[in-house]
């Protein structure tokens, strides 16, 4: 099990606000993974990942609800749990609204599903506040492989 990096605590910066299973619209959603050079997906099927989800975590701009940094979490409930769409809107904060992202999806699934284990699906933007959170890069020549449908 990952130990949870508490020196990495981030905190976010003032005018940001964190809101836990509160689903941005698919087309805000959308905007987000476009401005990071993500993928896109249909509204209608970006509605039905976000209903099968486990939780996800949205962080908005408080002055005008701006969505600038998500991730969802899938679940077996039992083994396995996976990270999906971990973007945040580049710029100043970028890094930093990743690392709270991760971090605070980690204490989540601790504390739900002690033991599991995570994987991540992640633009390459986020490699460092994964390392910062204790994940390893292809650990034992683990290779993951995705095929998009």
């Known amino acids: 099990m990952l130990p949870l990096r508490d020196i990495f605590n981030p905190r976010l910066p003032e005018g940001?606000?964190?809101?836990?299973n509160t689903y941005?619209?698919?087309e805000a959603l959308n905007?987000?993974?476009?401005?990071?050079?993500?993928?896109?997906?249909?509204s209608k099927r970006l509605s039905a990942a976000l209903r099968r989800s486990s939780f996800c975590l949205s962080i908005f701009e408080e002055s005008n609800e701006r969505?600038?940094?998500f991730v969802r979490a899938t679940s077996d409930k039992g083994l396995n749990a996976n990270l999906w769409n971990l973007v945040a809107t580049p710029g100043e904060y970028q890094d930093l609204l990743l690392l709270f992202l991760v971090h605070h999806s980690l204490r989540i699934l601790r504390r739900e599903m002690p033991g599991c284990s995570i994987s991540v699906s992640a633009p390459s933007v986020a490699i460092t506040a994964l390392l910062n959170q204790g994940f390893l890069l292809d650990p034992n020549g683990i290779r993951a492989m995705g095929l998009r449908l």
Request: hydrophobic content about 35%; proline content about 13%; charged content about 15%.
């Open 67 to 69: 969505l600038m940094g």
């Open 24 to 26: 941005p619209s698919p």
């Open 16 to 20: 940001y606000v964190l809101k836990v």
């Open 31 to 42: 905007k987000l993974l476009s401005s990071c050079k993500e993928a896109t997906h249909p």
